[in-house]
Structure formats: structure tokens, C-alpha cells
């Protein structure tokens, strides 16, 4: 299986991404969603890097697909860096960026 190929930490250069976490018992192997989102929607060119060399793709796509909780900037630049559809990436449909503008209309 993949997540046996992962690490069983985060970089700790990366910390500062996860400040609402207990950072040490953050697992790529329990928690690869979580941290693929974190790192690609909040975090630097590095987390980026790293996220893109120790990921599966197909796990990265898999959480695009999933996770609505990249920015619509962002979730539109992976979409485009793996060549997605607009309609396959969650944080992009029509039903969530009207909720989302609703909560915070700016």
C-alpha cells in the first residue's frame, strides 16, 4: 500500500503550517489528507516540493477531489499543475464557493 511508503513525520521546517495541531503526533501515514491540504493550501514553495516528492500523486489528486478546504486560488493552480477538470476538484463547486461567500463574503 502507499501510506506504507510515507513518513512517519512532517519536516519539523514546516511546523509553523500546523499551528492548531499537536504537531508532534501529526502522521503523514494516519493523517495524509489533512497534511497534503495543509502544505499545498497554506504552505511555501518547500511544503510544496515536499508534499509533491513524498506523496503518491494519486493520493494528491485524491484529496484535491475530496477536500474542499483549499482557497479557490490555490485549488485552481493544482488543478491545473495535474490537469483536472474544474468540476472534479471540491473546493471548486458552484455549491461551495456560494456557501464560502456567504461565511465570508470578501
Known sequence: MADQL?????P?????????VNFD???PKTHPHYIINR??????LAAARWVVHTFPKKMI?????????????NGRFWMRYY????EDVACLQPSYLMMR??????
Open 12 to 20: 519539523d521546517t514546516f511546523k509553523r503550517f500546523f499551528w492548531d
Open 61 to 73: 489528486i485524491e484529496t484535491l477531489k475530496t477536500i474542499r478546504d483549499f482557497s479557490p486560488w
Open 25 to 27: 503526533t501529526l502522521s
Open 6 to 10: 510515507l513518513p512517519d513525520h512532517v
Open 83 to 86: 490537469r483536472l477538470k474544474e
Open 39 to 44: 502544505l499545498l493550501d497554506k504552505g511555501d
Open 101 to 106: 461567500r456567504a461565511h465570508w463574503p470578501f
